[in-house]
């Protein structure tokens, strides 16, 4: 994540926070043409590819495999 609170993906820019400035998040694509972001086991939310735009989908998750 940049220190705008930027992420970039294949050359989309995907906007979260400026509190995560910094700050390593992962991305994990879904089955269903979204992308899962995280910050460790905290589930962010979903980046919609297809029309550039992030569903919050805040919650701990319990297993990461």
Do not use: C
């Not at 879904?30 to 569903?55: M, N, S």
């Amino acid at each position: 994540m940049n220190s705008d609170g930027y992420i970039s993906h294949h050359g989309d820019k995907i906007s979260l926070s400026s509190t995560l400035a910094g700050e390593y998040v992962s991305l994990d694509e879904q089955p269903d043409d979204r992308w899962q972001i995280r910050y460790g086991p905290l589930q962010l939310g979903h980046w919609v590819a297809i029309d550039d735009t992030f569903e919050a989908e805040v919650q701990w998750l319990s297993d990461l495999t």
